[in-house]
């Protein structure tokens, strides 16, 4: 089996034998590239001790990531490598973080301590695949499976459950039983990782395309993390997540599809940390979930409020089985044709309004007067008719 490894990886490869250690690109490079997907990184290990990396890359710019648990972050060809020396972990006394690591000569030894089999496939151009768990098999059925004892595994990091169902869904993968088992017995230990991390987890998953059934089968999971979904009926949270399967790939919006039918969705939001600008779209989204637009004035309206963020709602409405290829048409011909629907975009100014003697609060009700006009396409949006309709009515 050969599988191409970038030049500036194999560059830090070839330094490492070249000084009589081993070195093999692992996890989830050899993953992505055995199942012919995008490759984002590359991490090698190596039985080299940290002060022996640091020897063999003293002409290379270095970054002591994470020196005393291993990792060596080398700078290759303007590309950051991670670079760990083989490990075995100690107690997990926080279900996240090692205590401490003892390091090893053994490649399978440092195995032991990852994830999922599919996670644990090492490739070198001289030895081949590494694979001690049958991670390849996994593969190719299209099986996620712990290494080892599942309940081990989750209680040593219980972010791994999240990491499971994201990479189940992402790869379109069944979790195999005993593991899917300890991820339902192991859900509480959630509660102790931090809420960044199972956000940034979270959101990952949302990115799958096919997520109906990991939200279906692992409902017990997410009540964890969101507790607030608890008050929704078996027919609602259904409803909820058929949406969302239904929705775009745009993790916003699906967020917002799952919330639909809470009563507090911003506390939810807040307690995932979730940005102030993520958060003002998943609540604007939640707002317009009763929209009807009818008409292409009733368009320029929806424009005039929700513009910036009228791709999301478009995502939105189209999941919950609104027809906006309408929508798409108004817009389409309100943007064509160059017709108003802001202030901005009104032929009169505050300006031209003050030098006819108006003031103060009375310029932005006559300016927000004259706009529902020219948008219901009573006067034209020009400046003489414009002035010519204030001076009718004063």
Not at 19 to 34: C, F, P, Q, T
Not at 51 to 56: A, G
Not at 226 to 241: C, D
Not at 369 to 387: D, F, G, R
Request: glycine letters at 4%; proline letters at 3%; aromatic letters at 8%.
């Amino acid at each position: 089996m050969n599988i191409e490894i970038p030049d500036y990886v194999q560059n830090l490869i070839t330094e490492l034998e070249e000084n009589d250690y081993e070195a093999y690109v692992v996890g989830g490079a050899i993953r992505s590239a055995l199942l012919h997907v995008e490759i984002h990184d590359y991490d090698l290990t190596t039985n080299a001790l940290p002060q022996e990396m640091k020897q063999v890359f003293q002409k290379y710019r270095t970054i002591e990531t994470g020196i005393q648990h291993g990792t060596l972050t080398v700078v290759s060809d303007h590309n950051p490598v991670e670079i760990t020396t083989y490990r075995t972990d100690k107690s997990y006394l926080d279900h996240r973080h090692p205590d401490a690591v003892t390091f090893t000569r053994s490649l399978e030894e440092d195995c032991k301590r990852r994830d999922f089999t599919i996670n644990a496939l090492c490739y070198n151009k001289k030895t081949g695949l590494k694979d001690f768990f049958h991670g390849l098999d996994d593969l190719q059925n299209k099986t996620l499976r712990c290494i080892g004892d599942p309940d081990k595994r989750f209680d040593e990091d219980a972010l791994r459950i999240l990491r499971a169902l994201r990479f189940a869904a992402r790869l379109n993968f069944t979790i195999e039983e005993n593991t899917a088992q300890a991820i339902h017995k192991n859900k509480a230990l959630l509660d102790v990782i931090s809420k960044e991390r199972i956000h940034e987890e979270l959101n990952g998953l949302l990115q799958a395309h096919d997520i109906k059934d990991t939200f279906l089968n692992y409902k017990d999971v997410f009540a964890q993390i969101i507790p607030a979904i608890k008050e929704y009926t078996p027919e609602q949270y259904a409803a909820a997540v058929e949406d969302m399967q239904k929705a775009e790939t745009i993790s916003n919006v699906r967020m917002a599809l799952f919330l639909q039918f809470l009563s507090d969705p911003r506390s939810v939001l807040h307690d995932l940390k979730y940005s102030n600008a993520d958060t003002k779209t998943i609540l604007i989204l939640l707002k317009t979930k009763n929209a009807s637009v009818q008409s292409k004035a009733e368009m320029k309206y929806f424009l005039k409020d929700y513009e910036p963020w009228m791709d999301d709602i478009l995502a939105y409405h189209k999941a919950k089985g609104e027809n906006t290829t309408r929508w798409k048409t108004y817009i389409k011909e309100i943007k064509d044709k160059q017709e108003p629907y802001t202030l901005k975009q009104l032929a009169v100014t505050g300006k031209d309004l003050k030098q006819i003697g108006l003031k103060g609060k009375e310029i932005k009700e006559t300016l927000d007067s004259l706009l529902q006009k020219v948008i219901e396409e009573k006067i034209p949006n020009t400046k003489e008719a414009l002035l010519q309709n204030l001076k009718s009515i004063q």
